[in-house]
């Protein structure tokens, strides 16, 4: 069994087959036979965790198993109080009302890589970072959050899928290692060991 942790970048399509006009996984992780435990889209950045398990994968991605996941989101405007008591709370996107958010307004982090092409500047919107962790993780789900409460998400980055912490491994945009599966409930062990 194998967990494999990996910093995708902006821009990569999260799927190893391939994709006519995208980067995919296949061209940063060469390991065979893993695939995705739960996926961002190509707009988004940051942990992917990959398995060659059926059954990690689920207890990674399946959202009755509850493993948190966080994102860093920058966002349209400053939301004020009520847009952070909405997200709080669970909001209706139509098609589904999603589970309550722990959310709060945080700094820009000092570790922020640069995004390639960068986010548009625009001087008359203020833009602020949210931190938000959810145990759901359907299509798009926290940028149509933010969205629906009036705040669009301009950039997101996943940090952390249950005790597996982007910033803790290090990983450059790109760079992956193989984790033990254990540390995300997997009862067979398997050593750590860092590409």
């Not at 006519?20 to 707009?43: N, Q």
């Not at 970072?129 to 145990?135: C, K, P, Y």
């Not at 301009?154 to 450059?172: F, H, K, M, S």
Request: charged letters at 25%.
């Amino acid at each position: 069994m194998r967990l494999i942790a990996l910093n995708k970048p902006f821009g990569v399509m999260c799927q190893f087959s391939a994709h006519p006009s995208r980067p995919t996984l296949a061209d940063y992780v060469p390991v065979p036979a893993v695939y995705p435990a739960g996926r961002l889209d190509a707009d988004s950045e940051g942990l992917v965790l990959l398995t060659d398990d059926g059954a990690l994968q689920a207890r990674i991605s399946e959202p009755r198993h509850k493993l948190p996941k966080t994102y860093l989101a920058q966002v349209e405007h400053l939301p004020g109080p009520e847009a952070l008591a909405i997200l709080r709370r669970g909001v209706d996107l139509g098609d589904f009302v999603t589970q309550p958010a722990h959310v709060r307004a945080i700094d820009e982090p000092a570790w922020l890589w640069p995004r390639t092409p960068p986010i548009r500047h625009r001087a008359a919107i203020p833009t602020q970072w949210l931190e938000l962790v959810i145990r759901e993780g359907k299509n798009r789900q926290v940028r149509r959050m933010t969205a629906a409460v009036g705040h669009p998400t301009l950039r997101l980055i996943r940090t952390q899928i249950g005790p597996v912490d982007l910033l803790a491994l290090r990983l450059a945009p790109g760079a992956w290692c193989e984790l033990d599966p254990a540390l995300v409930g997997s009862t067979q062990p398997r050593t750590r060991k860092y590409r």
